[in-house]
């Protein structure tokens, strides 16, 4: 009997192992990879809002979810990678507005050169009605915003000469993203912009086939452009916001409790990505200098505002006095 007994136990404890074993193999099965994409390395501000994005999101989901980063234009350009999204073969990025302008024209409106005043106020603006009105408009073109990000003011390099007055800019061959503000910017100063995907630009830089770019010092930074550009002009020509974005086709096949931690990690991935842009600001020009560049700094916008007078007349006629007024004028 107590043989038996014993076998019996055995057996008992047996299944239960199996049971349990299934049951964790079940949660392995369950655990979903995000792929998350972006345009530059783990180190900079975009590798700092993945992390926070992806550790918030694992923290609230007890691991079901894993977020497996991407860095370095390792899905391709931003382009590519915001139509992998779009047929969902990509789950989430984080990529910049002057991209998205392509799929989705109103969101051109942030880009218009000295229309933010200051950090604050673009801040204000992306978190308020203005912003919130802005993500709205993706998911009709297959793409659900999350949460708008930061990249800080744009400003510019080149190998060239110091850029101090609007004629400084003639003739000077800038890579720019495909974004039609920006290029119709460069074009009424005189310049040459060269639509070019971030992965080739280091390249064209040390080969010259580019005089110069413009980005926020948290790119300019991290990417070390001072190892190919002698100058840097302190511009502040246009602030640039981020956006942190999902497939639809991984939206909808979410609970609304992972909706909600999705969103929840998006923010503090912006939390993580706006103190990373604040550090660098109020270090990066130290660093660049430093590394060699030689620094200029743009006090006045006025010159640059009224050689741009042509170019406001096209951003009026596209996104709407109206619009624009509002944005300038929020507090």
């Known amino acids: 009997m ?16 199996a049971a349990c074993s299934l049951a964790a193999g079940g949660q ?9 994409g972006y345009a530059l390395a783990t180190t900079s501000h975009y590798g700092a ?29 931003e382009r590519e990678s915001i139509e992998g999204l779009q047929l969902g073969t990509v789950q989430a990025l984080i990529v910049s507005t002057g991209t998205l302008s392509n799929f989705v024209p109103e969101v051109g409106v942030v880009d218009v050169p000295f229309l933010f005043r200051d950090t604050g106020h673009a801040r204000r603006v992306m978190d308020g ?7 709205k408009k993706f ?46 910017a460069f074009k009424t100063l005189g310049a040459a912009p060269t639509p070019m995907a971030w992965p080739e630009v280091i390249g064209a830089l040390q ?11 948290s790119v300019i930074v ?9 100058y840097l002009t302190l511009s502040s020509h246009v602030y640039a916001p981020a956006l942190l974005i999902v497939s639809p086709r991984f939206w909808n096949k979410l609970s609304d409790a992972d909706k909600a931690a999705f969103v929840e990690g998006a923010k503090a991935g912006v939390v993580a990505m706006r103190a990373y842009v ?35 007349a096209q951003y009026q006629a596209k996104f709407g006095k109206e619009l624009l007024d509002r944005i300038a004028a929020a507090q």
């Open 2 to 17: 107590a043989v038996m007994a014993g076998v019996r136990l055995r057996a008992w404890l047996g299944g239960v192992a």
């Open 28 to 36: 392995a099965l369950a655990q979903t990879e995000v792929k998350i």
């Open 49 to 77: 809002a993945a992390q926070a994005w992806g550790d918030s999101v694992e923290k609230a989901t007890a691991g079901r979810y894993k977020f497996k980063q991407f860095p370095a234009s390792a899905l391709g350009g």
């Open 129 to 135: 009605p203005i912003g919130q009105d802005l993500m």
């Open 139 to 184: 998911q009709p073109r297959g793409i659900v915003a999350l949460a708008w990000g930061e990249q800080g003011f744009r400003h510019l390099t080149n190998n060239k000469h110091g850029v101090v007055r609007p004629e400084d800019f003639k003739g000077l061959k800038i890579r720019t993203m495909e974004n039609p503000v920006h290029i119709t």
């Open 207 to 217: 080969q010259g086939t580019i005089d110069g770019q413009e980005n926020p010092l």
């Open 222 to 230: 991290s990417a070390k452009v001072s190892d190919v550009q002698k």
């Open 278 to 312: 604040d550090d660098v600001d109020a270090k990066g020009v130290a660093t660049l200098k430093a590394a060699g560049m030689q620094v200029n700094t743009i006090a006045d916008k006025t010159p640059f505002q009224h050689a741009l007078a042509p170019a406001y």
